[in-house]
């Protein structure tokens, strides 16, 4: 790659190489991309790479940014940039956008801004998929695959540029883009006050529809508490012991309460989902997300969609989850 086309310079906006490295890696010196997957030569076998797995425990941009290293192998989760040069016109690179840096969502493509070159160097990136001749392969990804400005994307990838402040190039080893968008700081940083034992807000018999809470608890009551492919989970209070916390039980899934019976588990349980504008479930999966995984302790913000005396099921608007 000559010489010239790794020159930064945020003036640039021509749909080229040099500008997504402008957009994505400010600050990098030359661009040496890895081998290529051998599979990848064209933008339909791109697919090969789209996995139906949510990858668990990715960081976010800012946090990938300050440890990778060149030549190593992490995962990151962001957002395609909301611009008109997020995506490199006849290249398959992009620009990923932290949580904290991105801005908007999904306005119509004819009203995106032009660069994405005012968000943080810190918090956006470059991904690249790469051919059989080691370089990003020529055809544009912009509608492909679920790919387009808005998207949440989770990529394990090759580090190709790393300078631990603001430049990150990684080569696709796979991704995952969900159907479907948790809202813009679903998670947060700071757990939430006030937050109430799931079992001990169940006991009480007070949860009506309607009613806001704060509840805390793990995910657990059965062998899937995680709902594949959507946003759904189920939380367990304190009022029951899973089964690795009972003395020499052995069972290989202490999630699952099988020393309780349903009732006694339904009575210590709440039913999280988190739905869109017209209340429909989103399609995107939970388990994953933020190392988010079964036993993991968690705080639920949120509002009471249903109560009928024996199941009680919170539309989550915010969810902290336990380090």
């Known amino acids: ?39 990848v030569k064209s933008v339909a076998d791109v697919k090969t790479l789209m996995k139906l797995e949510l990858p668990a425990n990715a960081m976010e941009i800012t946090a990938a940014m300050k440890v990778a290293k060149v030549g190593e192998t992490i995962t990151v989760r962001g957002n395609v940039a909301m611009s008109k040069d997020a995506f ?12 904290t ?28 998929i790469v051919s059989t001749n080691g370089k990003p392969l020529r055809a544009g990804l912009n509608g492909e695959h679920g790919l387009k400005p808005g998207a ?21 080893v796979s991704m995952h883009v969900p159907k479907a968008l948790l809202p813009t700081g679903f998670f947060v ?8 034992d799931v079992s001990e807000a169940r006991k009480a018999g007070t949860l009506k529809a309607g009613d806001e809470v704060v509840l805390r608890g793990r995910i657990g009551g059965s062998k899937e508490p995680f709902v594949n492919g959507r946003a759904v989970l189920t939380l367990m209070g304190r009022g029951l012991k899973a089964c690795n916390e009972n003395p020499d039980d052995k069972c290989s ?17 709440v039913t999280v989902q988190v739905v869109d504008a017209k209340g429909q479930i989103l399609r995107t999966d939970m388990k994953g997300r933020r190392g988010l995984k079964e036993l993991s302790e968690m705080v639920v913000v949120g509002k009471v969609a249903s109560a009928d005396g024996k199941a009680v099921v919170v539309n989550a608007t915010a969810v902290y989850a336990t380090p």
């Open 1 to 39: 790659m000559k010489a010239t086309m790794t020159r930064m310079t945020d003036s640039i906006k021509a749909m080229t190489m040099a500008a997504m490295l402008i957009a994505g890696a400010a600050g990098v010196g030359a661009f040496t991309p890895t081998a290529a997957m051998a599979q």
């Open 88 to 99: 490199v016109e006849n290249r398959s690179m992009f620009t990923l956008v932290d949580e």
């Open 101 to 128: 840096t991105r801005k908007g969502c999904c306005p119509p493509s004819d009203k995106l801004p032009d660069t994405a070159c005012d968000i943080p160097a810190e918090g956006r990136a470059t991904v690249q």
């Open 152 to 172: 949440e994307v989770f990529v394990i990838g090759k580090v190709e540029t790393a300078n631990g402040t603001d430049a990150l190039v990684l080569t696709v």
């Open 189 to 196: 940083d700071k757990q939430p006050e006030n937050a109430k």
């Open 253 to 269: 899934k202490p999630w699952d309460y099988c020393c309780e019976t349903k009732e006694d588990i339904l009575a210590n349980s």
